[in-house]
């Protein structure tokens, strides 16, 4: 366990639904992180939140929006999902901004099929 | 564009193998490198480098970083089956604000 929650572990949505990633960390670590990992492809970072502040937006089409009401936790809401985005979800969480800050410390990642 | 490319894509070795695995980059305003294992699904971390020559280790598992020929090593000492994973190098920038440049990966598979 590293710390790192991630609800649900699996979902499995059609193009119109409306679904919403969790993502909780008990770390005290006050920056967390969205990923997306597709097969063959490297760990694509999506969003940053520092101190609750997005502080980075990796040109990530407006069918998903993270929410982040406090440091330990962050959402990802999807809507109007294509079968492409179908990959896993990696949430992480760091202690901050820095040198030496930036040991991510990841959840178990939610495994999302589009249909 | 920033780069950060890992090789080989795939290793099968035997028990009690060594093994060594890189990572070369190409960034701006390099910070540090960092190594992780993920085996199922999240990454752990392995290894955080920032300065030139300096082993880490960790048990069997040690690491270098070259910012002159810019790239790093992860080598595996008497590898075991628990070993198999992918392996993922990542590169952190002096001005990116926490953000980490993911490689492709190393799948590694021991077998018995």
């Known amino acids: 366990e590293t710390g790192v929650t991630q609800t649900p572990r699996h979902l499995v949505m059609g193009m119109t639904n409306k679904k919403s990633l969790k993502c909780e960390q008990h770390l005290g670590h006050n920056a967390m992180y969205w990923y997306k990992q597709s097969a063959k492809k490297p760990l694509e970072l999506m969003f940053v939140?520092?101190?609750?502040?997005?502080?980075e937006n990796n040109s990530v089409p407006s069918r998903f929006s993270p929410e982040c009401p406090n440091s330990s936790h962050l959402f990802l809401h999807l809507h109007t999902l294509q079968p492409e985005d179908s990959a896993l979800y990696l949430c992480?969480?760091?202690?901050?901004?820095?040198?030496?800050?930036?040991?991510?410390?990841f959840g178990p990642g939610t495994r999302l099929t589009v249909l | 564009e920033d780069k950060v490319v890992q090789s080989p894509l795939s290793l099968v070795v035997h028990e009690g193998d060594t093994v060594t695995l890189n990572c070369s980059y190409e960034v701006t305003n390099f910070r540090s490198l960092l190594w992780y294992k993920q085996e199922k699904k999240a990454p752990t971390f392995l290894f955080m480098l920032t300065s030139s020559g300096i082993e880490k280790k960790s048990g069997r598992l040690s690491s270098i970083l070259d910012k002159k020929e810019l790239f790093s090593i992860l080598n595996i000492t008497a590898t075991q089956t628990g070993d198999s994973a992918v392996y993922l190098c990542?590169?952190?920038?002096?001005?990116?604000?926490?953000?980490?440049?993911f490689g492709t990966g190393t799948r590694l598979a021991v077998r018995p």
């Open positions: 990542a590169v952190e920038k002096k001005s990116s604000g926490d953000k980490l440049t």
């Open positions: 992480a969480s760091s202690q901050g901004t820095g040198p030496s800050y930036n040991e991510q410390f």
């Open positions: 939140y520092n101190f609750k502040e997005q502080t």
